[in-house]
């Protein structure tokens, strides 16, 4: 199925999800992220779930980020949506959020951190392939933001479906994740 198909597909098939079934996804999304290597972990890049869309919840995994290894740095972006950018800020508790047009919370001001500082991203995805190629909204967001990354970031995709087979295009800017965590598991690509 082509990129533009599965988009509209993975949208639908996620606003079919009530409110209890994305939760006890999330929850086993959850214990799969626990199974990760956070040990060498500074910067974890978030991002906070657009409620309206059923975006897997992120909350959890903050919270027991928070507790377990307080001295990892969380990430947050504000987005610039005319250009298409986002701006990554230190997210602690002196961070004033601030709902965007699209109802999604994000810092206004702060310290604001270089791309390079970053060793880990949650990626928010409608869909992933069994290569690790992925699905966003169609703005390229995150595409534009892994390339200015470092080339050992790791990136994980959290999702409340199963990689598909193939996604087609994969597009030259398209930058494909190392892992995806789904509730049946969590998927490492190469
Ligand atoms: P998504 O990744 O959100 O599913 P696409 O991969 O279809 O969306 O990309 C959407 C748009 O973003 C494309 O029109 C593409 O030209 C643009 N884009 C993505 N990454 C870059 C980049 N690194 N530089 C410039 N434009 C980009
Ligand atoms: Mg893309």
Redesign the pocket.
Known sequence: MT?GDL?KLYKQKRMALSRAECQKMDQLIFEYLLSLDWSDCRYLHVYLPFGKFNEPDTSLLIEWIRTNYPHIHLVLSRSDIQQ?TMTNYLWDEHTELVMNTWGILEPIAGKMLSEDLIDMVLVPL?IADKKGN???????????FL?QCRSDVRTIGLSYFEPVDHIEPV?P??IALQYCVCPSGLYVFE
């Open positions: 990129k988009r298409g409608l992925r699905v966003g909204y169609g703005k390229g967001f995150y595409d534009r390339a597009d800017w398209d």
